[in-house]
């Protein structure tokens, strides 16, 4: 008997959906369904990426379609859908509006693949993967945000920029909500095992911190009408495989806490283990009063979100 190949659906076929389909097939994780509202780009997006397959050689499938029925039995699901914050647009506004997206397109999903793993792109991220677990009733474990991986790139990059050493050698710790209350580790950041505040001043490491909380706005401010989405669609892919390759990758997701860092049921940026069974544990660190007051309000800020969505 044949064996199946995995099946990934991209929901939302623009700049982080169709690069997520890129980085799936290249790695040969499965089959890939690009699936977006606007009639053709997906199509054309998914024909021309199959096109490359011959050139890099890598077997897999993949369609563009504007009919989730394409997506059934999918086993990991990507959402990129929604809308980035325009000029003079609060972040309720965004907040209500990408909640009307982000909802009906859980629907489609969860009645299309009931065992699929979600993973959400869309922002504000943390609120938006509440509003996939609230609609899809799908256990806590299959639901989870891609933000804490995004955001150790961001810090890892950095890292590597300033003591000019290979990003392969850092390990990089962040945790919280995805935004300006990011908290970024340094004690859990090390290159080769080498903590970075031995490696450099602490006025050094403040920079790097901050520059990395405010990494999203840097590069939108660079391209002035687009947002990052190299790296948020490599950070979603890589929690993919680590699911549909059972790896056992400890990544940083915004993960379902309830008892975990008293967080009290909400999702929030925390180190996990990602592998058939999705998260399969979250792991609890120990945090200085200090880290663990910035871990707080950034929670407090995901749970301000959560309290304005009506669904």
């Known amino acids: 008997m044949a064996l199946r190949r995995n099946k990934i659906t991209v929901v939302g076929a623009g700049f982080v959906g169709a690069t997520a389909a890129h980085w799936a097939a290249a790695k040969e994780l499965g089959n890939v ?64 509006t990408n ?20 993973i959400i792109v869309s922002n504000p991220l943390d609120a938006m993967v509440y509003v996939a677990h609230q609609v899809s009733g799908f256990p806590t474990n299959r639901v989870m945000g891609m933000a804490g991986v995004l955001d150790s790139a961001r810090f890892r990059t950095f890292i590597a920029m300033e003591l000019g050493v290979s990003v392969k050698d850092i390990q990089a710790f962040v945790l919280g909500g995805h935004g300006d209350t990011m908290v970024p580790l340094p004690r859990y950041t090390t290159v080769s095992g080498i903590p970075i505040p031995d490696l450099m001043p602490q006025e050094r490491i403040d920079a790097i911190v901050d520059r990395t909380r405010k990494g999203g706005g840097e590069i939108v401010s660079l391209l002035k009408t687009g947002s990052a989405f190299y790296a948020p669609s490599a950070a979603c892919v890589q929690m993919a495989e680590s699911i549909l390759k059972d790896q056992k990758r400890i990544l940083p997701c915004a993960a379902y806490c309830d008892k975990e860092y008293d967080v009290g049921g909400y999702y929030v940026g925390v180190p996990v283990m990602l592998g058939t069974g999705g998260v399969e544990k979250v792991i609890e660190i120990q945090l200085t009063a200090e880290e663990k007051a910035a871990f707080d309000s950034s929670v407090d800020a995901v749970k301000e979100l959560v309290e304005i969505i009506k669904l």
């Open 99 to 118: 909640t009307n997206i982000v909802k009906s397109v859980t629907e489609q999903v969860a009645k299309y693949s009931p065992e699929a793993f979600l």
């Open 33 to 96: 369904v690009l699936i977006d509202i606007i009639e053709g780009m997906p199509q054309g997006k998914g024909l021309d990426l199959m096109e490359a397959s011959p050139v890099e050689g890598f077997d897999a499938d993949v369609i563009g379609t504007n009919d989730y029925a394409d997506t059934a039995n999918s086993d990991v699901v990507i959402i990129t859908a929604g809308i980035p914050r325009k000029p003079g647009m609060s972040r309720d506004d965004l907040l209500n």
